[in-house]
């Protein structure tokens, strides 16, 4: 089958510029691969095509906003394998499928992987350019909430020891006094701790520090 693949392998993610929406279109049928990316390319998409989950395997995705667009049946392999692929790059991307003859199996298989959209052949415009937009804005959504959750994670790891200690008190919502009563201190080393929790963490009130906490999951402070 010729290939279509726009990217040399492994070229890097600095390939693909970083402020289009880019859609990862994956089809076999050569002639409808063609038409989709000439269609979505017209309504102002960066289209990325590809003729098999190897060649989508081997180019970049980068961390831009970007979805990709799956037919389910591709010459021998299956579409479920995009979803398999970018779970272990822990790739937040969303996936979109289109497929013809899918088996109800294949359906409910992707749907619990988390698939963004599952649309029958033939699909139109309007709801295919509806999906990969909805999809655009989950994944910019799903990277700004991983993304923010890992600036929380190493300012936790900022903390010393002591500090770590502070800021579970004050996550489960101690006062100064016991602080003092739970780690044996006198009260200016429980404020001047605080104090250095604050600071490390970028928060200005015990509010913030609770909210902080609570987007940290399981890696914050244990009740």
């Not at 929406?21 to 390319?41: G, Q, S």
């Not at 017209?42 to 180019?59: F, K, M, W």
């Amino acid at each position: 089958m010729s290939t279509v693949t726009e990217y040399p392998a492994n070229a890097g993610c600095a390939a693909i510029e970083h402020d289009a929406r880019h859609v990862h279109l994956i089809d076999d049928d050569l002639p409808t691969l063609r038409a989709l990316t000439r269609m979505l390319r017209q309504l102002g998409y960066t289209v990325h095509p590809y003729a098999s989950v190897t060649e989508y395997r081997r180019a970049p995705r980068d961390e831009v906003p970007a979805v990709s667009v799956v037919d389910m049946r591709l010459n021998g392999e299956s579409g479920l394998a995009v979803q398999t692929l970018l779970r272990d790059e822990s790739c937040v991307m969303p996936v979109i499928f289109i497929s013809g003859e899918s088996s109800t199996r294949e359906t409910v298989l992707a749907m619990k992987a988390g698939a963004h959209e599952f649309l029958a052949k033939p699909v139109r415009a309007k709801t295919l350019t509806a999906a990969i937009d909805s999809g655009l804005a989950r994944h910019a959504a799903l990277r700004a909430q991983r993304d923010a959750h890992q600036l929380a994670t190493q300012r936790l790891k900022s903390l010393s020891p002591r500090e770590r200690e502070v800021f579970h008190l004050l996550a489960r919502g101690s006062n100064n006094a016991q602080i003092v009563a739970a780690l044996d201190i006198s009260l200016p080393t429980a404020k001047q701790y605080k104090s250095e929790v604050m600071r490390k963490l970028a928060l200005d009130s015990l509010v913030a520090l609770i909210e902080f906490n609570d987007s940290l999951g399981d890696g914050g402070a244990k009740a």
